[in-house]
């Protein structure tokens, strides 16, 4: 640590002695000295200080490592911007969300929610007979829909005119911040870090076996429905994974180290979604931990821990046997090995994750960091806007431009699904206190199953502060809630209170009207 | 007649008695009698219950012209928004079969959907909501009496049992809330004895067959859908512009839907009469008014939307001189929902110039038991309700139109930002999406404060009523450009329209 300490100041030292312009006004003054002899003499000595390479090394205004959501974004918007810029992907372009995220996920969720439709045919009238699902049509398709949008992202990027270079990037020891990608020196007065993350695994050591399991990477390798499924973890993943196993009909079983999934949810969802998940026949494996796994001719053999909460050290050995899928989803790690950022002496958390202030700026001035490497809200959304707020800080001379962390929408694609946005109860308790907290909340049955045999409650809660019941947390579960919250996040966003709930009219019949009915 | 007339002389005489010993005493039967028995009439009378006040609710259904009859609740309940979406659901189902088999479900070519099974189901369903209503009023303290309500003057009220037993009930106060019912056209030989209205739709026990669907309401174009998506052979027949006073660019994007739905749209066209065959089915003739050639075509069903008028005939108002507007025959009302006789007060849908909407009629209600029962001084606000059209591809709104924000303020005074999206489920599914739109209509200076936004596509009302909150608080473009969207859903399009109509660039939205 001592050591990289030592290396940042140097490189600080060096950057200052070469007279190298402050590199967040590098471009606005590059604009300026263009094509006079001052941005020639700047070049020589640049060339100067860094004999042997200089020559090979190309030059660009905006340098992003990372072809994901919010690498594509920034990239695309600083180009907008008039900045000249290149984008370094490893792997195909698009990152999580598009190849092994959001996008195959919610096509995968959308047909096991024609799964559930199938069972609701005959309530509504239709004959149904005897139906039969395909993986290999699925897969098929949602392969070719994934590589249209590579395509498409690739095709933005041309149009764009940004340079597109395939490669792992790793951090030269060059004084100027500089890249390597297959040999090929780059640099960049800005320098943007979107390498995203990737699923973590347990360790052959923790667990023996760990590696016969996969992750939420694999799963959409798999190309034929497992029959019989364990996910282990309970965060967002392993929820919705195991919920498209189930549904589209793998035997699941999902195992948890506590009693509940989604534990930093608010308490209702959390008690809420691990109801539903039994209720759609999930084999719910409390307070239990994998021991161990080994494969035998008949599939995978996982070893289970189950710890009695009432006795500290009352433990059961239990087995579950021709598991075809075992797939960890115990969170997610930033990708940051093989970048070489400790040379860059940029600060990282314990797990790794790049520390950016609000400004995504890290320690290192001319390099940033947006989306998941940064380990703080992991959506694509959140990427995106960081991205092009930061693309307009850098290339538009507006100095104030950064992205509000605050109350963030997001969704849970479990069956139903969740949304949620804002402070959960507890969190409203702890930071406004108790007193100051008001509590709705409502449970209904929406229409769509008042003819159905199979009925799924729709749960809602609204967390308010103050006297004036300010809305800080909004949260629910049910039929249609993914579609649902976008537009009240807009207005909570703006400071809704309960009486702005009160006061908009309903729209009849849906189950949002719920919200604004509320008493 | 002589007998009818000594009768009406007792009768006036029992009047001027009641009247004189109620002005002596100063004491009515019921602090609040409200007429009818739908969404606002209910509403109103349990909130005035819960308020302390002593109120009977008169509800009677007269049959329609086919007979069709059913329960408490009004047609929100028994005749519109319930049924009429649980069978939007139907529909929807069907559509979601033929997604289905790209998702990798694999099924017979040919899907079967029976009618009946159906219309039992939304039956059984609007029956127990009926009951709901009764026990509510009962639980509420609400006298409910199921009579046919008209007024004497303005403090009482002359109920009619269907076997013509006669009441008469004082109350302080008079709420109107009798709502309307389908027209007929008046000129066409043949439409009121072999046409059917959507009072009679949700409650046929047999398939209506190939149908048309003469009108083009939202209440035409949703039982057109629902036909068509559930297999049926249907036809609308449109006489000038679809979904007036909708957006028109948003009108013509579901209109185009349905036609490449399945659904056969008849353009320009008038109905001249209806013949019933010796087979059974109908024959209809109509005429192109554009060319004046005439056309017909048989039917199993004509199904009439051609609007609706409010039940104002029965309840006597002339006599009391409560002012009506001559061409709608609504209720002229305050916007405190009073008449122009003291004590009466009319809202919901027979209130002239009101929305028919359900949601505006509940909470108009509750709002004027409030000040009647002097709580409150609050008024209804009819500003910026949302609605939403359940049509194959459902159009959600709240706010102004383009053509009436292009009237008010000037083209050069707004802003449109729009966006074709494609839902992601429609990709796989591969799915056309080009009706898929998002249109935000914003003042063009300052913060940009939206005046109106439109959406259609799937779950549309669900989506735009956290948009229409965030209208009446205020909301501007800059409101939505600082909410991160929420991935990946067809919500969040809106979240994210950046392209203005004025640019004149491509709105198609690519990627994430």
């Given at each position: 640590m001592g050591v990289l300490k030592i290396r940042r100041l140097l490189c600080v030292s060096l950057r200052s002695k070469l007279a190298v312009i402050k590199a967040s006004t590098w471009f606005t003054a590059r604009k300026l000295i263009v094509s006079t002899p001052r941005r020639h003499e700047l070049i020589r000595r640049s060339m100067a200080s860094n004999r042997a390479s200089a020559a090979e090394t190309t030059r660009f205004d905006f340098l992003v490592i990372g072809g994901g959501s919010g690498g594509l974004a920034g990239a695309r918007r600083a180009a907008e911007l008039g900045a000249n810029t290149a984008v370094i992907e490893s792997h195909k372009l698009g990152g999580t969300c598009v190849n092994v995220g959001c996008v195959p996920k919610k096509v995968m969720w959308n047909a096991a929610v024609h799964a559930e439709y199938l069972h609701d045919h005959s309530d509504y009238g239709f004959a149904t007979e005897k139906v039969h699902f395909s993986w290999e049509t699925l897969k098929a398709k949602r392969d070719a829909y994934v590589s249209r949008l590579n395509q498409i992202y690739r095709s933005n990027l041309d149009k764009a005119k940004i340079e597109t270079i395939q490669g792992y990037a790793r951090f030269t020891d060059d004084p100027e911040p500089t890249v390597e990608v297959n040999g090929r020196k780059l640099t960049a007065p800005h320098i943007l870090i979107a390498t995203g993350g990737q699923p973590s695994v347990q360790s052959d050591e923790e667990v023996p076996g760990a590696s016969l399991g996969i992750t939420s990477d694999g799963f959409f390798e798999l190309e034929t429905l497992p029959k019989r499924s364990v996910i282990v973890g309970a965060g967002y993943i392993a929820v919705e994974m195991a919920g498209i196993l189930a549904t589209l009909g793998s035997k699941t079983s999902l195992v948890i180290r506590q009693t509940g999934v989604l534990r930093n949810f608010d308490a209702f969802i959390s008690a809420n979604c691990t109801k539903e998940?039994?209720?759609?026949?999930?084999?719910?494996?409390?307070?239990?931990?994998?021991?161990?796994?080994?494969?035998?001719?008949?599939?995978?053999?996982?070893?289970?821990?189950?710890?009695?909460?009432?006795?500290?050290?009352?433990?059961?050995?239990?087995?579950?046997?021709?598991?075809?899928?075992?797939?960890?989803?115990?969170?997610?790690?930033?990708?940051?090995?093989?970048?070489?950022?400790g040379s860059m002496g940029l600060d990282t958390d314990e797990r790794g994750h790049i520390i950016v202030d609000e400004f995504q700026n890290t320690s290192r001035p001319g390099i940033y960091a947006v989306g998941d490497v940064c380990g703080k809200a992991l959506l694509t959304p959140v990427a995106i806007a960081a991205g092009r707020k930061l693309a307009h800080r850098l290339f538009e001379g507006k100095k104030d431009s950064k992205l509000d962390y605050s109350s963030i929408p997001t969704v849970v694609f479990s069956h139903p699904p969740i949304g949620t946005v804002g402070l959960t109860e507890e969190e409203a308790v702890k930071s406004h206190g108790k007193e100051n907290v008001k509590i709705y909340k409502t449970s209904f049955t929406p229409m769509y199953h008042a003819i159905t045999s199979r009925r799924s409650p729709c749960i809602m809660k609204l967390v308010c502060v103050g006297k004036e019941e300010k809305v800080v947390g909004l949260h629910m579960q049910g039929l249609g809630c993914d579609e649902m919250l976008q537009g009240f996040a807009v207005a909570i966003k703006m400071g809704a209170t309960k009486a702005d709930f009160d006061n908009t009219v309903a729209i009849h019949p849906t189950s949002s009207e719920e919200f604004v009915t509320m008493r | 007649m002589a007998a009818l007339c000594t009768v009406r002389r007792r009768w006036r005489k029992l009047k001027c008695l009641q009247i004189f010993t109620r002005n002596l005493t100063g004491s009515y039967d019921y602090d609040l009698v409200v007429i009818g028995g739908g969404s606002g009439g209910l509403a109103c009378s349990k909130e005035a219950a819960q308020l302390g006040q002593k109120v009977a609710v008169l509800d009677h259904v007269e049959p329609s012209a086919k007979g069709t009859k059913w329960g408490l609740g009004g047609t929100c309940v028994n005749v519109g928004c319930i049924p009429k979406k649980l069978m939007h659901q139907a529909a929807l189902l069907g559509t979601a079969v033929k997604d289905a088999k790209k998702y990798g479900w694999q099924m017979p070519e040919t899907l079967r959907h029976d009618w009946a099974t159906m219309a039992e189901a939304v039956q059984n369903h609007v029956r127990s909501l009926n009951w709901g209503h009764r026990v509510q009023l009962q639980d509420k303290k609400v006298k409910y009496l199921n009579l046919k309500g008209s007024l004497l003057d303005e403090h009482t009220v002359r109920g009619l049992s269907k076997a013509g037993k006669e009441t008469v009930l004082t109350a302080k106060n008079i709420v109107i809330a009798t709502g309307g019912r389908p027209k007929y056209p008046t000129q066409i030989p043949g439409a009121a004895e072999h046409g059917i209205t959507s009072d009679d739709i949700f409650w046929l026990n047999k398939s209506p067959g190939k149908t048309l669907v003469v009108g083009a309401s939202y209440v035409a174009l949703e039982c057109a859908g629902f036909l068509t998506g559930i297999g049926l052979d249907t036809t609308v027949m449109v006489r000038s512009v679809a979904l007036r006073g909708f957006d028109r660019q948003m009108a013509g994007l579901v209109t185009d839907y349905m036609e490449a739905y399945g659904t056969r749209f008849v353009w320009r066209s008038v109905p001249k009469r209806v013949d019933r065959l010796p087979s059974g089915t109908l024959q209809v003739t109509w005429s192109d008014t554009g060319t004046g050639r005439e056309h017909k075509d048989t039917y199993d069903s004509v199904l009439w939307a051609v609007g609706r008028a409010p039940e104002t005939k029965a309840l006597g108002l002339d006599k009391l001189g409560v002012q009506l507007n001559q061409e709608?025959?609504?209720?002229?009302?305050?916007?405190?929902?009073?008449?122009?006789?003291?004590?009466?007060?009319?809202?919901?849908?027979?209130?002239?110039?009101?929305?028919?909407?359900?949601?505006?009629?509940?909470?108009?209600?509750?709002?004027?038991?409030?000040?009647?029962?002097?709580?409150?001084?609050?008024l209804m606000n009819y500003d910026n309700v949302a609605t939403t059209v359940f049509t194959p591809l459902e159009y959600g709104c709240v706010g102004l139109s383009e053509e009436e924000a292009e009237r008010r303020r000037g083209k050069d005074g707004i802003e449109v930002f729009h966006a074709f999206y494609k839902p992601l489920e429609f990709t796989v599914a591969e799915r056309d999406a080009s009706q898929c739109c998002i249109k935000v209509i914003c003042e063009r200076g300052g913060d940009q404060k939206?005046?109106?936004?439109?959406?259609?596509?799937?779950?549309?009302?669900?989506?735009?009523?956290?948009?229409?909150?965030?209208?009446?608080?205020?909301?501007?473009?800059?409101?939505?450009?600082?909410?991160?969207?929420?991935?990946?859903?067809?919500?969040?399009?809106?979240?994210?329209?950046?392209?203005?109509?004025?640019s004149g660039l491509d709105p198609t939205v690519t990627g994430c």
């Open positions: 998940l039994q209720n759609n026949g999930i084999d719910l494996w409390k307070n239990s931990q994998v021991k161990s796994v080994s494969k035998t001719d008949k599939g995978l053999e996982v070893t289970i821990v189950t710890k009695d909460p009432e006795k500290k050290n009352d433990e059961k050995i239990s087995t579950i046997e021709e598991v075809e899928c075992l797939l960890w989803a115990i969170g997610r790690q930033p990708n940051t090995s093989g970048l070489n950022i | 709608t025959g609504k209720i002229v009302v305050g916007p405190d929902e009073s008449t122009s006789v003291p004590n009466v007060y009319a809202f919901g849908d027979i209130g002239e110039g009101r929305p028919e909407l359900t949601p505006t009629a509940i909470r108009a209600g509750k709002l004027l038991a409030h000040r009647l029962a002097g709580q409150s001084t609050d939206i005046l109106g936004l439109h959406f259609t596509g799937p779950n549309a009302g669900e989506v735009i009523q956290g948009f229409s909150m965030s209208l009446q608080c205020g909301a501007t473009y800059r409101h939505l450009l600082q909410t991160v969207g929420i991935h990946p859903t067809c919500a969040e399009e809106v979240v994210k329209t950046h392209i203005t109509k004025r």
